[in-house]
């Protein structure tokens, strides 16, 4: 590409005009993401499946090149920049808005100039000093997710005193942080970060109370799609987790529970299914008493 990618005209904060939240569709282009690791590592591949979400209702697509799974290894630089930068600069060109997964403020400025319209950092600028500066300068929305460090070790960390505070507080650190760093407050995204540096029953809890999160004044983002612990339910202790591809009806609970309690968009991978299910809340939300 040129490197001057046209970045899709859009406006923040983003919203869908049928007021369900905002649906990003997963573009994974990683041999070992968790839930579809492998599936679209070929560019050609997940511009395919990019454009098939965005067809399917997807207001934004989420490329990333490093898969975030429990033990992942991290790609070089340059890899990542391999893996994402053809894909994005295919589906911005295709007029899609585009998301980039990074924790790397190289990958993020590369993917800017290729036409990406948000920067979606699961480490809330933590992992790379230099992110804040490319968020800033660019004015671009930033997603800042709750994370405790690099998926290697990060169950390790999985201990809270309230899950609920906690997470507050700690993105509320970061909010202040990357406000300090010249973001603007209302370009910035939050996301409890379901999965990571966190069991089960913290996602639960979490979901619980997301409208805590939500409370904290920003749009928040939420990331359940076909994780473990929606895996886990119905499967006695020491039996494995049911597949991810059979982990959408579970997803689509969560993403209607999180519309429910004010989340101004879910990040998914079944967006047909996620559809369905805000759609059909949505109809008996405004379902009149008429006869
Ligand atoms: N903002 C945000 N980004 C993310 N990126 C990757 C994953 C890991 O899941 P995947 O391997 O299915 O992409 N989860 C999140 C998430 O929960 N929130």
């Known amino acids: 590409g040129t490197g001057t990618g046209t970045t899709t005209a859009f406006s923040w904060p983003l919203r869908r005009a049928d007021g369900l939240p905002v649906v990003m569709g997963v573009v994974n282009v990683t041999p070992d993401s968790f839930s579809d690791g492998g599936e679209w590592f070929e560019p050609s591949a997940a511009i395919a499946h990019g454009l098939e979400l965005r067809e399917q209702g997807a207001d934004v697509l989420d490329v990333g090149g490093e898969s975030t799974r429990p033990g992942a290894q991290r790609p070089s630089v340059e890899e990542e920049l391999r893996r994402v930068l053809p894909v994005i600069e295919a589906l911005t060109a295709e007029g899609a808005v585009v998301s980039v997964d990074t924790m790397r403020a190289e990958v993020a400025v590369r993917a800017l100039a290729a036409g990406a319209a948000i920067v979606n950092d699961v480490s809330g600028g933590q992992a790379d000093d230099a992110m804040a500066g490319v968020v800033a300068q660019a004015g671009a929305p ?148 008429s006869a």
């Open 142 to 289: 930033f997603v800042v997710m709750h994370w405790r460090g690099h998926s290697a070790d990060m169950q390790s960390r999985a201990a809270y005193a309230d899950v609920v505070a906690d997470v507050c507080a700690e993105l509320s650190a970061r909010v202040r942080d990357l406000v300090a760093a010249g973001v603007a407050p209302d370009r910035l995204v939050l996301d409890p970060g379901f999965g990571f540096a966190k069991l089960a029953h913290h996602n639960w809890t979490l979901l619980r109370h997301l409208d805590q999160v939500v409370d904290l004044g920003h749009p928040v983002l939420v990331g359940t799609s076909r994780k473990t612990f929606l895996g886990r339910i119905g499967v006695p202790d020491g039996v494995p987790p049911r597949p991810p591809a059979e982990r959408d009806a579970a997803t689509a609970a969560t993403s209607v529970h999180a519309a429910r309690l004010g989340a101004w968009g879910v990040r998914v991978h079944s967006v047909p299914t996620t559809l369905d299910a805000l759609r059909a809340t949505a109809a008996i939300d405004h379902a009149t008493d």
